[in-house]
C-alpha cells in the first residue's frame, strides 16, 4: 500500500522538476537572445554595423544577477575602421563588467582581434577619396610583403607600399613609385599613403596592432588591449535601450 501511495508523489515530483527544467532552459533562450543584441549594440559603434555576438559558457541568468560576463567573440564582416572599408574582424573581449560607473557603462579586461583587409577594399577606400580617384587597381604580393598601386588604364604607372608595425601602430613605407621610369607626383603618392595609414591605425576598444602580413589577397592584423572603458550611449540612445533588449542587463 505504501508503496503505491508514493507512486502518484514521485510521477508528480518528476513533472514539477521536468516543468522546472523547460522554464529555466526557456528563460536562459530567452534571456541569452536579448542579452547579444544588446551587446551587439553597445559593441557596434566600436566595431561597426552587423556584429554578431556568441557568448561565453556562463548562463545568462547568472550574468543578469551579477553582471560579470567571462568572455565575448565578436564577429564583423563589414567593419569600419576610419575610412577603410570592407574589414573583417573576429574579435574576443574578456572579463566584461556591464556595471554602470563613474567612469563609464562597463569595463573590459582585455581583448585581442584578427582583422583582415581585402584588396578589393583596399581599392574601394583609396577610391573613395579625392586623391585616389586615379588608382585602378591594388595587388598584394605576399613575398615582397608589399602593396602594388596600378595608377590610370594599361598599368604604366604605379606604385608600391609597406605595412610594418612601429610602436603599436601600422605605419606604411613607400618602396618604389614610378612612371615609365618617371617618379610619380609626391600628392599623390603620399595622398593614398595617408589613406592607408588612416584605416589601419584605427582600433576598436583600445587595441594596438602586434603584427601586421600581407598575403597574396589581403592586409591582416592581430590587434591586443589591455582594460578598456566602454563608453555611456548618447542620451537619445539611452532612452532607446531603455525600451530596447538592453535594458535586460543595462
Not at 23 to 40: D, I
Not at 93 to 112: F, K, M, P, Q
Not at 131 to 154: C, H, R, Y
Amino acid at each position: 500500500m505504501t508503496q503505491r501511495k508514493r507512486s502518484p508523489l514521485v510521477t508528480i515530483a518528476v513533472l514539477l522538476v521536468a516543468a522546472l527544467v523547460a522554464v529555466l532552459v526557456g528563460a536562459e533562450v530567452y534571456a541569452r537572445n536579448r542579452a547579444t543584441t544588446c551587446l551587439a549594440q553597445s559593441f557596434e559603434s566600436e566595431l561597426g554595423t552587423g556584429v554578431d555576438v556568441d557568448l561565453s559558457w556562463k548562463p545568462v541568468l547568472l550574468q543578469l544577477l551579477d553582471k560579470q560576463v567571462p568572455s565575448v567573440v565578436l564577429d564583423s564582416d563589414d567593419t569600419a575602421f576610419g575610412p577603410a572599408q570592407q574589414m573583417q574582424v573576429h574579435a574576443s573581449v574578456h572579463d566584461v563588467d556591464l556595471r554602470d560607473s563613474a567612469e563609464g557603462a562597463g569595463t573590459i579586461g582585455s581583448s585581442s582581434a584578427e582583422v583582415e583587409w581585402p584588396t578589393s577594399g583596399i581599392l574601394a577606400t583609396v577610391q573613395n577619396q579625392p586623391v585616389g580617384s586615379l588608382v585602378t587597381d591594388v595587388t598584394a604580393d605576399e613575398a615582397a610583403g608589399t602593396l602594388k598601386f596600378t595608377v590610370g588604364g594599361n598599368g604604366l604607372a604605379e606604385f608600391t607600399a609597406r605595412p610594418v608595425v612601429t610602436d603599436g601602430l601600422i605605419t606604411v613605407e613607400t618602396t618604389d613609385a614610378t612612371i615609365l621610369g618617371i617618379g610619380l607626383p609626391t600628392a599623390l603618392v603620399d595622398g593614398v599613403v595617408q589613406i592607408l595609414t588612416a584605416g589601419l591605425q584605427q582600433y576598436p576598444l583600445g587595441m594596438q596592432a602586434t603584427s601586421v602580413d600581407v598575403t597574396d589577397s589581403s592586409v591582416q592584423l592581430t590587434l591586443e588591449g589591455g582594460r578598456f572603458v566602454l563608453p555611456e550611449a548618447p542620451e537619445g540612445q539611452v532612452q532607446q535601450q531603455q525600451q530596447s533588449s538592453c535594458s535586460l542587463i543595462g
